[in-house]
Antibody, heavy 123, light 105 residues
Framework: QVQLQESGPGLVKPSETLSLTCSVS?????????WDWIRQPPGKGLEWIGT???????FYNPSLKSRVTIFVDTSKSQFSLKLRSVTAADTAVYFC????????????????WGQGALVTVSS | YELTQPPSVSVSPGQTAIITCSGD??????VSWYQQKPGQSPVVVIF???KRPSGIPKRFSGSNSGNTATLTISGTQAMDEADYHC?????????FGTGTKVTVL
């Protein structure tokens, strides 16, 4: 079972950039996996942020697309999230997760998750 | 694309809990379900509409047809009390449902 672990600052000031990294115990370039970020504001549901996909491209939630970048550092078995111009509405627990993908079947689900990192946006 | 779930479902121990997830032509997409207990990360309990990952009890089952996917917990146990989230993939984006809190009374 792959292990994922988020790391990064727990407090970010409004208008600045939120940066998180996910370390992966068994990173694979396999076309069967994607590497995703998902967040959960306190007391609310899950919101998908975006992915470094199984085919090497990136896809983002349309509502966040203008502020988000996800990239991979395969040499370090890590992938990262940058979210620019944050506001209090970006306060959430941020999860990294591995997506298990079968493109031909349009199947995409998350088989492994990190423990989550709480990021608070406040001055 | 939106997926709608009831905010809460209550069930007595040993009874059956049914959680729905509604979306336009959802039956044409694969749906996954995640269990999330307080302070923990989500865990997949159903993928590809009806498949159970190894280690997930048989009391968890799923179906998907028309505009509604359903997660059924048969013989619900106290340990099943949690939030449940449905999820689908639409046009290269992932969508989660609004989430359902299952309370075992």
């Amino acid at each position: 079972q792959v292990q994922l672990q988020e790391s990064g600052p727990g407090l970010v000031k409004p208008s600045e950039t939120l940066s998180l990294t996910c370390s992966v115990s068994d990173y694979s370039n396999s076309s069967s996996f994607s590497w995703d970020w998902i967040r959960q504001p306190p007391g609310k549901g899950l919101e998908w942020i975006g992915t470094f996909s199984h085919n090497g491209g990136t896809f983002y939630n349309p509502s966040l697309k203008s502020r988000v970048t996800i990239f991979v550092d395969t040499s370090k078995s890590q992938f990262s999230l940058k979210l620019r111009s944050v506001t209090a509405a970006d306060t959430a627990v941020y999860f990294c997760a591995r997506g298990s993908v079968v493109v031909t079947a349009a199947s995409y689900y998350f088989d492994s998750w990190g423990q989550g990192a709480l990021v608070t946006v406040s001055s | 694309y939106e997926l709608t779930q009831p905010p809460s479902v209550s069930v007595s121990p040993g009874q059956t809990a049914i959680i729905t997830c509604s979306g336009d032509k959802l039956g044409n997409k694969y749906v996954s379900w995640y269990q999330q207990k307080p302070g923990q990360s989500p865990v997949v309990v159903i993928f590809q509409d009806a498949k159970r990952p190894s280690g997930i009890p048989k009391r968890f089952s799923g179906s998907n047809s028309g505009n509604t996917a359903t997660l059924t917990i048969s013989g619900t146990q106290a340990m099943d009390e949690a939030d449940y989230h449905c999820q689908a993939w639409d046009r290269s984006t992932v969508v989660f449902g609004t989430g359902t809190k299952v309370t075992v009374l």
